[in-house]
């Protein structure tokens, strides 16, 4: 089983930046694809970005996309989100989550299967 824990969230103004982190342990973090998942109050939860085992892909929601980075560190077996330019519509609990699927080569919304406890974002108007 694998263990997430997010950490960074915050309240911020809108235009303003957060960086969210997960760390993973008891997996081998490095074979997986890695994704970053957000739920607002009322709302169901939705896919944010991914990325691929090796970094070399990325995906992201068009609501996002321009704006947030997902990125990772193997060594540290630590994904990032990177969010600029802040909009009230991006509060909500972050997850972070992994794809169970050993050196994934497509990314599936639906595939991601463990979660993390969350880490909420609240960004003021």
């Known amino acids: 089983q694998v263990q997430l824990v997010e950490s960074g969230g915050g309240l911020v103004q809108a235009g303003g930046s957060l960086r969210l982190s997960c760390e993973a342990s008891?997996?081998?973090?490095?074979?997986?694809?890695m994704g970053w998942f957000r739920q607002a109050p009322g709302k169901d939860r939705e896919f944010v970005a991914a990325?691929?085992?090796?970094?070399?892909?990325?995906y992201y929601a068009d609501s996002v996309k321009g704006r947030f980075t997902i990125s990772r560190d193997n060594a540290k077996n630590t994904v990032y989100l990177q969010m600029n330019s802040l909009k009230p519509e991006d509060t909500a609990v972050y997850y972070c989550?992994?794809?169970?699927?050993?050196?994934?080569?497509?990314?599936?919304?639906?595939?991601?299967?463990?979660w993390g406890q969350g880490t909420q974002v609240t960004v003021s108007s």
């Open positions: 989550s992994l794809d169970p699927r050993p050196f994934g080569s497509t990314m599936d919304p639906g595939a991601f299967r463990s």
């Open positions: 990325i691929t085992w090796s970094g070399g892909s990325t």
């Open positions: 008891g997996r081998t973090f490095s074979s997986h694809t």
